[in-house]
């Protein structure tokens, strides 16, 4: 299907389709179930989430540049073997808190 003609799903059961090279910019989504999704070598630059329950998700990967997180629940939230520069919380430099940790 080649047609810039947006399409509309409402109340559609769309459990295991696959969507591969889309265009799906400026494509709006609410009130879906992604149980068990997977997305992957997407750009989601300027991506935007409001009211996401990502509860056991998985962020392998991912560039976060820029990208800014506000009014979360980040309990039991881990981050792993990234790259901290320039990352604050409440305005203080992520990289200063853990220097003066590991100096105890």
Do not use: Q
Request: with cysteine; aromatic share 6%; charged share 15%.
């Amino acid at each position: 299907m080649h047609s810039n003609e947006p399409l509309i799903f409402e109340n559609a059961g769309l459990a295991g389709s696959k969507i591969s090279r889309c265009n799906l910019s400026h494509t709006v989504v609410t009130g879906c179930n992604f149980l068990g999704t997977i997305i992957d070598d997407c750009n989601m630059e300027s991506l935007s989430f409001h009211n996401a329950n990502l509860t056991r998700s998985r962020i392998d990967n991912v560039n976060f540049s820029d990208a800014v997180v506000t009014n979360c629940n980040l309990t039991g939230f881990a981050i792993l073997n990234c790259g901290l520069e320039g990352m604050t919380i409440d305005g203080i430099a992520v990289t200063d808190l853990l220097k003066k940790w590991h100096e105890g």
